[in-house]
Structure formats: C-alpha cells, structure tokens
C-alpha cells in the first residue's frame, strides 16, 4: 500500500513538470501566424511614412519647375523701367487721340506734358512753385524727357502757341501745370529682342476694371549713354509705336 501511494505521487510531479514546459499545437501556430503577420504590418506602417516624403519631394519637383519657367517669362527691370514714358505716350492718345508723333510739335509737347506732370517730380532739381500749381524743371531735365521719349537724332521743337500747361520761362526753367492723372492705369505686357539689342516692346491703359483701354507695340532702341537725371536710369529710348 505504501509503495502504490509513493508511484502516485510521482506520476503527480512528472504530469505538473509537463504542464508547466511544455506548449500546446494551437500556441505554437498562433505564435508562427504572429510572427508572419509582423514584417507585413511593419512594411505597411513605413509605406505610409514614407509616402507622404516621397510626396513632398514631388512637390518640391513641381515648385522648382514652376519656378524656372516663371524666371524664363520675367523681363529685366531694364524694360519695365521703361513702362514710365510708355504710359505717357498712351495718356496722350487715351485724352486726345493723338498718335506718337515726334515731327509734331503738339505731339511732341503734350507728351513731353504729360511725362513731366506725371513723373516729373522724379526728376533731379525739380520742384513746386509756392502754390504748387506748377512743377518747375530744368532745361536738361527736359532734354532727357526728349531723349527717352523720341529718341536721340529728334530735334526739340519750339513750344506750339496752343500748348499751355507747360511753358519755358525767362528763367531758363520749364513751368508744368500740376494736373491729377487721367483715369487710366499702365501695364508692362511682354518684350521681345531683336538681333540688334532692340526690342519690340507691348504695353498697355487699362481702367479700373480692367478693360484694356490702349493697347501698342513700341520699338526701343539702346541708349548711347545712361544717367541719373530723371531720377533713375533709362537704357533704351522710343523710336516708333503702333497698335499691339
């Protein structure tokens, strides 16, 4: 009897031993399954890291090139500079329908006006007589208007009778009525170079809408000499202008 109750206490033990070693077939597939489904979850957890770098590359792709053929279209300040006696020119022909017309007197003087009363203040050793009714230039300062606006070989031509907001005084100096600006607005369209460093030059008034009121083509041809007299620097002078 003591011998039996021994053998059952060590059949006991052994089955206690196996119970805690030892792993059942439902445990060790669940822990292959785990270990399977672990790489595939972890490789789509870093695609969808990733993803949004590999997007933002692309982007930077796109801005660059959005970038370089915005710079391809952008026209040298050169140019632009030029939009100032552009504009006069087209107010003329906006308020009197006159054409560009350098062998015209009127033409020539009511441009020359109208650059002076809108940009004149620009200009070195300008200013205001007391009432500032009038804006007081000096006689260089409006040859170089000449210049910019008629080119280098255009003589100026004694102010026509019929011309009076603007007159040359016992002074020496050019008296120009202080006008506001006519309701229009100037823009700067696009530039195109010729084999001789000229340009073929579009421009435009617009009102304050938007609607394109003139809209010309000028011929620009480079400057023999650059200064500061107008209050910044003109490279190129008008020689012709026409429809756009």
Known sequence: MKKKA???????VLSL???ASGKSPSDESHAESSAETTPQTTAAVTEKLEKP??????DKSVSETSTEQMQSTIVDETLTSMLKPLDSIMVVEFVTSYGYNPADPVVYWT???YYLCLYGPRASGTSYDKNEAYLIVGADVVREVGRVLYGETVAMPPI????ARISLHDD???YVKNDPRPDC?????????NDDGSYEAIAQLTDVHGKILINHSFHLTPKSSVNNLLGQQYYYTISSAGVG
Request: charge should be negative; aromatic fraction near 12%; glycine fraction near 6%.
């Open 6 to 12: 021994i053998i059952l206490i060590m059949a006991l």
């Open 17 to 19: 031993t196996g119970c």
């Open 53 to 58: 770098a590999d997007d933002s590359v692309s």
């Open 111 to 113: 441009t020359m006006y």
């Open 160 to 163: 026509p009778d019929t011309i």
């Open 172 to 174: 020496g100096n050019y």
């Open 185 to 193: 607005y100037p823009e700067f369209v696009s530039a195109v170079k």
